[in-house]
């Protein structure tokens, strides 16, 4: 990744996100600044380029609902009394631009390649988007450093309980750097959680969705950002439970056309090779 340039997944996701906000109808969720953060022509350059994106609906269902369900977790996590929200990979998430909790209530921290963190600045900048007082950068690469170190660096509390999100990360770090992030959030206080999404493996797909999957394996490494770690959802469940997460809770995609796609006459829906997860200590 070039210093100041940014993860190009990390783009085309925040796209697909604003594409939601301007295609779909209802939302699954609603995010103000998506278009805004992008660049000042966002929804012209979605419109022109609509033909493609409607081939992608059932990804930009997916990225949706990773954000809705996130978001909808947090939430919970705040009425129990957590006042840290740690955004992994963070990309053009906005969710701290938005933040509806005074800082006393809620600090954020955004976690990041240092390059994408340079990139969203600028783009904060230019969309005239104010960073908040409870808003805290905290670049990471978490292949090359600890996420202990940039969190600590940045101000966190590691003697206080704290909510974590991790949507669009996983797949493209190696398991251990994977496992490690878990440990780290299964070492902080009770009532910790983490939500995110991960693939699972080849093997437990249909013929259809391997090859879907190959397809766009194929083009985000051709960009150089390669998918390389999936999991068995009962094995990983184990795993966590054995770091010490006390409840561990698998989103399904049966369940979450449910929760979330339900009596909708659009076809907006998602496929069955991605999932979400959600571990608390």
Not at 45 to 55: A, E, S, T
Not at 142 to 165: H, M, N
Request: charged share 25%; net charge positive; glycine share 6%.
């Amino acid at each position: 990744m070039e210093v100041g340039r940014p993860s190009r997944t990390a783009l085309s996701a925040a796209t697909h996100r604003a594409a939601h906000q301007l295609l779909d109808v209802p939302k699954v969720f609603d995010d103000p600044l998506a278009l805004r953060i992008i660049c000042a022509n966002a929804e012209a350059g979605i419109r022109v380029d609509l033909c493609q994106l409607q081939k992608k609906r059932s990804l930009r269902a997916f990225i949706a609902l990773r954000s809705r369900y996130a978001e909808d977790e947090l939430a919970r996590a705040i009425q129990r009394g957590i006042r840290q929200y740690v955004v992994l990979g963070a990309g053009l998430d906005t969710f701290g631009y938005r933040n509806p909790y005074p800082v006393s209530r809620l600090r954020v921290f955004e976690v990041d390649h240092p390059a994408t963190q340079t990139w969203k600045r600028v783009r904060l900048r230019e969309a005239e988007i104010a960073i908040p007082d409870s808003l805290t950068f905290a670049p990471v690469d978490f292949e090359q450093q600890t996420l202990a170190d940039g969190l600590d660096r940045a101000g966190f509390r590691t003697d206080e309980p704290a909510f974590f999100s991790m949507l669009g990360v996983v797949v493209y770090l190696t398991k251990s750097a994977v496992m490690e992030t878990f440990k780290f959030v299964a070492s902080l206080p009770a009532g910790s959680e983490i939500v995110f999404d991960y693939g699972i493996l080849s093997s437990m797909l249909s013929e259809r969705q391997r090859s879907a999957r190959e397809y766009l394996a194929r083009r985000v490494a051709d960009i150089g950002e390669p998918w390389i770690t999936y999991f068995d959802p009962a094995s990983l469940a184990r795993d966590l439970r054995a770091m010490g997460f006390k409840q561990v809770d698998d989103l399904g995609p049966e369940a979450a056309k449910e929760r979330y796609f339900k009596d909708r006459t659009d076809g907006l829906c998602i496929s069955g090779s991605a999932r979400l997860m959600k571990a608390r200590t």
